[in-house]
């Protein structure tokens, strides 16, 4: 299997987008009940506009052993070009570590994970270890939250918490497999990490529903040939609309956002070849 | 329900053990195949010795969907006055987290749950808006990664990070069902955490297969009445025979750490009554 990189890179430039789609089914929220005909239905209707797939497993685990067997036909539904990134914020001990890892590779089949990195090094190896998926460590997150801990600045760098786990992430790459996730809401924070990480891709959520701003996180997200970032939206997909029409509506909300992404790629002098 | 801190009490009094058991199933290192078969015969030979058993989601993953079945019979297994600590490690964005917090406690039926601090008090709070179970947040955990975050300096306090969150951890506290993680492998850390959190339970994972030291972690980790300890311990009873006398092993070795932590609570002075 190539790279997870690389099928990153090539989803992106074929469908011409750097917009990830959320797949947080929260039945409250879905148009219609079944969970898997819902995100089976989002991603017929999405799969030539987007550069991967973030399922979110809280929302599968949520409903129990019927929630999983949805995940395995969400994740049966992605045409295989198109990375699955599975958002999970996993890490624990190594050998527990290895299991998440397992279990998100060889059982679900995803294609990148996101990691916790408050274990530290032994808490991510694992998924690391599998050098042919993508491992994405959380940064600086886009949530209130995320100012509490991640923006604490150490003594001993005068530097926050979110710039260590960046170097760090940076010392974790040797295979070449590692991105970080850092959220669309704090676009200063967006442009520390870009400034120091290189080329590693970078994931943010928080664009939408938790009201980051799309064109500073693409100017400020993006690497210097205006590529790796993953532009990630999950509820203002996903429920554009509330009735029958819900999967056209998809389609034309991701189509609008893809477009609006692109429009500001060319305004910075990366347009697609 | 009770809440989780008196159901925990309970049990620990009634069994007269600071004991839980980790059920950490990996089949290459199980006795037998099943590992609902393997886990029942594990509580079944060892619940009159333990005050709470904390199943690692991570091993029931691994294994996908009949996994997840096994860990529904594992918890069915288990005595109902013998709180259930999934260890799960989760935390993400408020919406997310209660999607979690859902799954842990209403799917599963777990009594408490672990959670990583990262993303800060929004990533917390869905857990322990549930005021009738337990949220045991992630400080210093056992693994050689502990050190990496966990221990760095923090500027404005010139306290580790871990200090910084066994403070917030407090604040979290208004329900009165948030407890601590300290690993058994750093025993100062563990008696300054103890110092600051008063009487709220601490979980010491990393006796045994992880090299901590059983005394030290019960000297320093007790609360001023010699309780709310949790010493777990998962490979060192689950595998004590990789024998067909695998229950019968478990046993024997789980009545041997309740009684030598007994042993040393009677020399610190805290006998059971």
Not at 10 to 36: F, H, T, V
Not at 80 to 95: E, M, V
Not at 186 to 197: A, F, H, Q, S
Request: hydrophobic share 40%; proline share 5%; charged share 25%.
């Amino acid at each position: 299997m190539a790279k997870f990189i690389e099928r990153l890179d090539k989803a992106a430039s074929s469908n011409r987008s750097l917009l990830s789609i959320g797949i947080d089914p929260a039945p409250s929220s879905m148009p219609i009940d079944d969970i898997a005909t819902f995100t089976t239905a989002i991603i017929e209707a999405t799969s030539d506009l987007v550069c991967a797939y973030k399922p979110q497993m809280a929302f599968f685990e949520a409903e129990g052993i019927a929630g999983l067997r949805a995940l395995e036909a969400t994740i049966r539904a992605i045409p295989s070009n198109i990375p699955i990134i599975l958002d999970a914020k996993r890490g624990d001990i190594g050998n527990t570590s290895a299991a998440y890892a397992k279990a998100a590779f060889e059982v679900w089949g995803a294609d990148a994970i996101t990691v916790s990195p408050y274990m530290g090094t032994d808490s991510v190896d694992p998924f690391t270890a599998y050098s042919d998926r993508g491992v994405f460590v959380l940064t600086r997150t886009s949530n209130p939250g995320g100012a509490d801990f991640e923006d604490k600045l150490l003594l001993d760098s005068n530097e926050p918490l979110y710039i260590e786990v960046t170097r760090r992430a940076i010392q974790w790459n040797s295979h070449g497999n590692v991105g970080l996730v850092v959220g669309a809401t704090t676009p200063d924070e967006l442009t520390r990490v870009r400034d120091i990480c290189g080329d590693m891709p970078i994931l943010l959520p928080g664009i939408g529903a938790q009201g980051g701003d799309l064109e500073s996180s693409i100017s400020n997200g993006v690497d210097r040939h205006g590529r790796r970032a993953i532009i990630n939206v999950a509820r203002g997909v996903l429920y554009a609309s509330s009735g029958a029409d819900f999967a056209e509506a998809a389609r034309r909300e991701a189509t609008r956002i893809r477009d609006s992404i692109n429009t500001e790629l060319d305004r910075l002098g990366y347009p697609w070849e």
